[in-house]
């Protein structure tokens, strides 16, 4: 079996663009499983959540993670923010490979996604009260699920790339 790294995180903590910084240094493929369940889907989140439901999409979510445990090459994944949610994904990504959690404040989250509106969860109302609501509801489900926790605020998606290359990578690979 390969070497596997899982990003997670809460949305806006860089999963995919640390992601890239990695693909780059490694040459592993990357995955983002938000990317997949698009392509799968035949149509964006935002549309799976309005017709088909978050359950369905969190079902989605598990199905992308027994794909990707199959593949035998070195590959790094972006998780989608909310798959750690369900018991069962957080003991598949566990198991999957070196689960890394890219923390940040709400103050990050809220800064990065400025102008976003591709958020389902993030839509309507007051912003700022559910990226701290979820933020405090999904840390503890992250902590859980992940075998690193790494700060992701004012860093450079580079620096936390060496960051998981040098103190991660180097004692597992």
């Known amino acids: 079996m390969g070497t596997h790294v899982i990003l997670i995180g809460f949305m806006g903590a860089g999963k995919t663009t640390v992601g890239r910084c990695l693909s780059k240094k490694t040459s592993w493929s990357l995955f983002d499983t938000d990317q997949l369940i698009e392509e799968q889907a035949g149509m964006s989140i935002s549309r799976i959540f309005e017709i088909r439901g978050e359950e369905e999409f ?18 790094i994944l972006s998780a989608g923010g909310g798959m ?26 809220l800064c990065r996604l400025r102008g976003d509106t591709t958020r389902p969860l993030l ?51």
């Open 84 to 109: 750690p949610l369900r018991q069962e994904n957080r003991i598949l990504l566990r198991s999957a490979g070196q689960v890394v959690y890219l923390k940040v404040h709400p103050e990050t989250v």
């Open 123 to 173: 839509a309507g109302g007051n912003v700022r009260k559910k990226v701290e609501e979820l933020l405090g509801w999904r840390g503890p489900i992250y902590e859980e699920a992940a075998h690193v926790t790494v700060r992701a605020d004012d860093r450079s998606p580079e620096d936390i790339a060496e960051e998981i290359m040098d103190n991660i990578l180097t004692k597992n690979g």
């Open 58 to 75: 969190r079902r989605l979510e598990t199905e992308t993670i027994r794909y990707l445990m199959d593949k035998e090459e070195d590959w």
